[in-house]
């Protein structure tokens, strides 16, 4: 059974920078008992269990920053070996956005990332994650979150209707969580409450792929089953995942 998305805006300023994201959302319906928290500065969602912290989305601190600051590059990152190829800069259209993980890697090592989301609520999540990005006084940080990550208008890469032609559209759909994995990390189970899984994922794959992108990029899990198998070019395999690669002509304008 539906519930609605309760939103706490304690924060007037920011309800007020997000009125119009706000006014849409009002009567959207989540699968869990969620709360948009807007306080302090900061746009957050908070599950149904209450002693875990509400998720949002942060490119300047936590996991995201350590990794930019010490990880392995684009030759160790599964996610670059897989999008950039031999590119040095890529553009790529990252057509499952989320909390904008692998995205902001990705535009770290170099690439412009034009980022698409179809849930609202994780949009909002972005659109303020992006925002503090830009507000934060770390110049590398600003020029990632200002300069190589644009959050477009267009909910999915198949609505996109503009000039760019990416030379990478990359795709990380949600998964069921597997029953045997007791630990899945805390922002994920909110996530899983509120977007549950992308039953039209092989949908989606099959649309872009049939848009004749250069290249396009599936991530998955390494026990999921291939999707379209028959096209698949190639695979960047990693300890947790797998990127399934499959190659186009790269003659398409996204169907614009």
């Known amino acids: 059974m539906?519930?609605?998305?309760?939103?706490?805006?304690?924060?007037?300023?920011?309800?007020?920078?997000?009125?119009?994201?706000?006014?849409?959302?009002?009567g959207f319906e989540t699968p869990a008992p969620l709360t948009l928290i807007l306080d302090s500065g900061k746009v957050s969602l908070a599950g149904s269990n209450a002693a875990e912290a509400p998720v949002l989305v942060d490119f300047a601190g936590g996991a995201l920053d350590f990794r930019r600051l010490h990880g392995g590059g684009r030759h160790s990152e599964g996610v670059a070996r897989a999008c950039f190829g031999r590119l040095k800069n890529p553009v790529i259209f990252d057509g499952t956005a989320g909390l904008g993980r692998d995205a902001f890697i990705l535009a770290s090592l170099g690439?412009?990332?034009?980022?698409?989301?179809?849930?609202?609520?994780?949009?909002?999540?972005?659109l303020d994650g992006l925002r503090r990005g830009r507000e934060c006084g770390i110049p590398e940080v600003l020029e990632i979150t200002d300069e190589r990550m644009i959050l477009e208008d267009a909910f999915s890469v198949t609505l996109y209707r503009g000039s760019v032609i990416p030379d990478t559209v990359y795709l990380d759909p949600m998964y069921p969580e597997r029953k045997k994995s007791a630990l899945v990390k805390k922002d994920m189970r909110i996530f899983h409450e509120l977007?549950?899984?992308?039953?039209?994922?092989?949908?989606?794959?099959?649309?872009?792929?049939?848009?004749?992108?250069?290249?396009?990029?599936?991530?998955?899990?390494?026990?999921?089953?291939?999707?379209?198998?028959?096209?698949?070019n190639t695979a960047v395999v990693t300890k947790n995942h797998r990127f399934v690669v499959y190659a186009g002509s790269g003659r398409s304008d996204g169907g614009a």
């Open 195 to 232: 977007l549950g899984q992308d039953a039209d994922r092989e949908d989606y794959l099959r649309a872009v792929l049939a848009a004749d992108y250069r290249k396009t990029v599936m991530k998955l899990p390494k026990w999921a089953e291939i999707m379209e198998p028959e096209r698949v």
């Open 2 to 26: 539906p519930f609605p998305l309760k939103i706490a805006p304690r924060d007037e300023a920011l309800a007020g920078l997000y009125q119009e994201e706000l006014t849409e959302l009002a």
């Open 111 to 126: 690439a412009r990332v034009h980022l698409f989301e179809r849930n609202p609520v994780v949009r909002l999540l972005l």
